[in-house]
């Protein structure tokens, strides 16, 4: 079940309709390129090894005869890069160009996020917090473009190839940056006290569209944020630096940011129109106005939230998924940045998403309860499957569960969205799990998950229902998917942990079913995830009776850094599984890689020990040197099998 390349990172060329992307066939990353009219795959590198070395994100060269991508994880708080796989000569991040054309790829200098210049000639990328170019066809070194304060991210050239745009981040507030390149001058556009984001140039290239957010100058705390200062969306002019501010979300509802997936938040549509999201009504939709200023216009309405934008070919439509009319699931849509009725390009039980358009074309990712995630083409009245390998001729299609969605209220009345997978052969009660998501900015669909961690996730429930687990995956409160509120959830997380009374309630749901045993009721989950699992076991052992937590935190104060005299600290240790290790008696399997860069690896030191002190029984699979999500195919296949051994010896 976990056989299947995973695609990523699909882009669509400036011109000719070609489409790239980056497919993990059981930890081999490599480069895949189709093109029009068939739309035959094919791969442009020759990776082979389960190296763990992650490939992306890919940029095009303008004229659409080479692709540049990013080899290699980001470094840590060490600068080490990723090494799961222990390569004795180390492992770097650094960024290649790859000919269509065919020939090994080319090294262009150590960095990431890569921008290809309009003019074909450079490659501008980030080294260590500064800017980098070097010559596309490799023939130079890299040098360093510019010198700037602060840590440099984001480079984006000017559509005439004369500038590049950057972010510039200065901890308690960031600016927006313009190098010329011709009078070797740099220029920060509208500088404030805030936090200036996503700058997104004009077609013409003469102004910069900016997301500014109020900063209080403060350490964040992570606590429910359903209104603040407002923020706002300015246009600067790059010749004189001056901007002003065009439109400002009201008070209340809506007034803190929140994006969209991927790094583009603005979007310059033909017209003279700004494409951009908001949170006004309570759902993340898409609004335009005019670059000038005006009143933002709704694009998208209803109770649903837009998730993946691109502009079509012809910048005048944008080209979204959402989960409209379908809430667990998501679906394709097309609307005019000048407004109107949307178009629906996509339906049924698939989840369409990631869409890019590729002239006639538009190629997106799609998966269904059976299926997972693929490239596909719609393109000349149908669709098109580029990569025909991508899903072995063995792969376990026929075996797979249709989950059916359940609703089920918490303690507290709040109805929580599920998918129940149903054992194909059931011989009397069954033993149950229950699985929670990680982010906790994340939501469980009915069907393969479009994120290669909960793909393998969901591979992972569809495996315990085939071996005779009834397993219910838990959409609890804090995630994505139904709403500003349920997202802001009051006292989430590490403000008061109260995604316990979901939890609590799932456990108490599967009780209730005539197919469930309810004395065998085990937890599993990653990340946030493996939070809850935690909290699970010490808090209702008498529920669960046994969990597999995956690099899960246990003491949120430690792990935001909260210092013991501050007031935020006896809260957030309050909502953590370490205050509840008196009512901890389940037995737990925990996983981790030690060089975690999402969660403190210490957060399972301090568990294992303190559970082993009150003789509770603990079991540990450790990786060294393996990250968050898992870089090594192999570590996944240890970790699901480790727990499925787990589960069948205590449940």
Same mark, same amino acid.
């Given at each position: 079940m976990l056989g299947a390349a995973f695609p990523t990172d699909l882009t669509a060329a400036p011109a000719g309709g070609k489409i790239a992307w980056v497919s993990n066939a059981r930890g081999v990353r490599n480069v895949m390129v189709a093109e029009p009219p068939d739309y035959r795959a094919r791969a442009v590198s020759s990776y082979r090894l389960d190296d763990g070395q992650e490939i992306g994100p890919l940029a095009w060269t303008p004229d659409a005869s080479a692709v540049v991508y990013v080899r290699g994880g980001d470094p840590?708080? !060490? =600068?080490? !890069?990723?090494? #799961?796989?222990?390569n004795p000569k180390g492992e770097q991040q650094a960024v290649w160009v790859v000919s269509l054309a065919g020939g090994a790829p080319k090294e262009l200098g150590e960095g990431s996020e890569p921008a290809v210049s309009p003019k074909g000639d450079r490659v501008a990328f980030v080294r260590r917090g500064q800017i980098w170019w070097t010559p596309l066809d490799g023939k130079g070194p890299a040098t360093q473009a510019f010198v700037a304060r602060g840590e440099c991210r984001q480079p984006l050239w000017s559509p005439d190839g004369s500038r590049i745009a950057f972010v510039s981040e200065r901890g308690d507030h960031s600016l927006i940056g313009v190098y010329d390149t011709a009078a070797d001058t740099l220029r920060y556009l509208d500088p404030s006290t805030d936090l200036d984001q996503h700058p997104s140039w004009s077609p013409d290239g003469k102004r910069i569209a900016i997301i500014r957010v109020p900063s209080n100058g403060l350490r964040a705390i992570r606590k429910p944020e359903r209104e603040g200062a407002p923020w706002s969306i300015r246009v600067a002019d790059v010749a004189s630096g001056a901007g002003r501010q065009v439109w400002r979300a009201r008070t209340g509802q809506g007034s803190i940011f929140r994006g969209l997936a991927g790094e583009r938040q603005l979007f310059w549509a033909a017209g003279g129109r700004i494409v951009f999201p908001w949170e006004g009504d309570g759902w993340t939709h898409l609004y335009s106005l005019p670059a000038a200023g005006g009143a933002a216009l709704l694009l998208t309405p209803g109770a649903f939230e837009v998730e993946d934008v691109v502009l079509d070919q012809s910048g005048r439509s944008v080209i979204y998924s959402?989960?409209?009319d379908d809430i667990d699931r998501r679906h394709l849509r097309t609307v005019a940045a000048s407004g109107g009725? #949307?178009?629906q390009l996509t339906s049924g039980d698939n989840i369409d998403c990631k869409p890019v358009a590729a002239d006639a074309a538009i190629a997106f990712l799609q998966s269904d309860w059976q299926m997972p995630l693929r490239v596909a083409v719609l393109a000349q009245g149908r669709v098109w499957y580029p990569d025909a390998s991508a899903i072995p001729? @063995?792969?376990?299609? !026929?075996s797979m569960v249709k989950a059916e969605?359940?609703?089920? /209220?918490a303690a507290d009345g709040l109805e929580i969205h599920g998918q129940l997978f149903l054992p194909p052969k059931r011989n009397g009660r069954t033993p149950a799990l229950v699985f929670f998501h990680g982010g906790s900015r994340r939501q469980m669909l009915l069907g393969w998950h479009y994120m290669y961690y909960y793909s393998n996730c969901y591979a992972l429930n569809q495996f315990f229902a085939n071996s005779g687990y009834a397993v219910l995956s838990v959409n609890y409160r804090s995630g994505i998917g139904y709403g500003l509120k349920f997202r802001e959830a009051l006292g989430y997380g590490p403000a008061g942990g109260s995604e316990y009374n979901d939890v609590k309630a799932a456990a108490e749901y599967l009780r209730t079913r005539a @197919?469930? @045993?309810? !004395?065998?009721?085990g937890a599993w989950g990653g990340s946030y995830g493996g939070y809850l699992t935690a909290m699970a076991l010490a808090r209702s052992s008498d529920l669960y009776r046994a969990g597999v937590d995956l690099h899960g935190v246990h003491d949120w104060a430690k792990e935001l850094g909260i210092p013991p005299g501050e007031p935020d600290y006896k809260l957030?240790? @309050?909502?953590? #599984?370490?205050?509840?290790? =008196?009512?901890? /008696?389940? #037995?737990?399997l925990l996983i981790q890689g030690d060089d975690d860069r999402n969660v403190q690896f210490n957060q399972a030191v301090m568990l294992s020990y303190a559970l082993q002190r009150r003789n509770v029984e603990v079991e540990e699979l450790i990786f060294p040197d393996e990250g968050h999500d898992f870089l090594l195919w192999r570590s996944w296949i240890r970790a699901c099998g480790a727990a499925v051994e787990f589960f069948g010896r205590r449940l």
């Open positions: 840590n708080r !060490a =600068g080490e !890069a990723p090494n #799961p796989a222990h959402s989960n409209q009725t #949307p178009s001729a @063995d792969f376990p299609t !026929a969605q359940v609703v089920f /209220k @197919d469930v @045993d309810g !004395a065998r009721i957030a240790f @309050d909502s953590s #599984p370490m205050a509840f290790l =008196g009512t901890w /008696k389940s #037995p737990v």
